[in-house]
């Protein structure tokens, strides 16, 4: 830095001779004008260099915090992913929920990557009262631009609190006509869940935990319930007997007392018999796919018959009415 200073003395030394020299020159010459810009110009060239001479040690001092910045960001990064990497497996041997793992470590990554910035900004001489204040501002502004984002990070802890659900479970959301699918993700804001045809859905936690949600994955069991229709000319006898046999031969449906085989309803069109069994909740599906299609070949090879809505019209002769008046 000395030596940067030397050269630059020398260099402004250099041009106010040769000013000197050019004015002294255009002066004797007549030109007085124009040597008095040329000395102005030397002037102004040595105020520049005693500025910068003045300048250039905080420059460096402010550049070298820069730098040391930077390197305290990188430093820190990698202690914030130690930390998380640490408070992740603490947990997972604790046999934690993951959803509670997933949400708490979203909001200790937030919180101290907040704390690493002010950090450094203190570093790079910010104070800590203009760190308070802006912190008591930015909560403001943030508060009321952030309503949702609030609401949905209160909703995030209500849902870890009160456990509706839990990652991999199959929840549906506000019945039939809400979102559905197998929660994959619970995280500070959202959740996110994946659908049998593997899409992707990302509901905010505000929404979630102000709906109602069905866990169909809840219990370790479900509740079969099958309905069939059979003509009012088949035997209801034989065909109860089909299904009982169906389900006590079916591997996954476990018969108890529980199981039952029922006239359910006498429609319009046929009556209606219904059975009920527990099987795992795991293979609810595939064992109603099953009975529904065990059931439609053991009745075909019977003689049960499984009608379809119809409607019979009975026709009259016209003639035959008129002559009757």
Sequence with gaps: MDTLGNTMDSLGETIDTLGNSLGSTLEEAGMETLGQHVSSAGEVYAALRAYAREQIPVITRFGIRVVLAILIFILGRRLVRWVLKIVR??????????????????????????????????????????????????????????????????????????????????????????????????????????????????????????????????????????????????????????????????????VNEDTIVFVDELASSGIVIGCRAWVDTGVYWPTKWRLNQRIKEEFDSNGIIIPYNQLVVHMQDYQENTRGR
């Design 89 to 254: 497996r603490s947990m997972e041997r604790a046999n934690a929920d993951t959803g509670v793992i997933q949400f708490v470590g979203s909001f200790l990554k937030f919180s101290l990557y907040t704390l690493l910035l002010f950090t450094i900004a203190e570093y790079l001489g910010v104070e800590e009262t203009s760190v308070a204040a802006l912190l008591g501002t930015a909560g403001v502004t943030v508060g009321l631009a952030l309503q949702g984002g609030l609401a949905n990070l209160a909703g995030g802890v209500m849902l870890l609190i009160f456990k509706p659900f839990q990652v991999g479970d199959y929840i549906i959301q506000n019945g039939q006509a809400g979102n559905e699918g197998t929660v994959s993700k619970i995280e500070i804001c959202y959740t996110t869940l994946s659908t049998i045809d593997d899409r992707i859905i990302v509901i905010p936690n505000g929404s979630l935990s102000n709906s109602s949600i069905v866990n169909v994955t809840a219990k370790d069991q479900r509740k079969l319930d099958v309905k069939v229709m059979i003509s009012y000319q088949s035997s209801i006898d034989q065909a109860k007997g089909i299904i009982w046999k169906l389900l006590e031969e079916d591997p996954d449906v476990k």
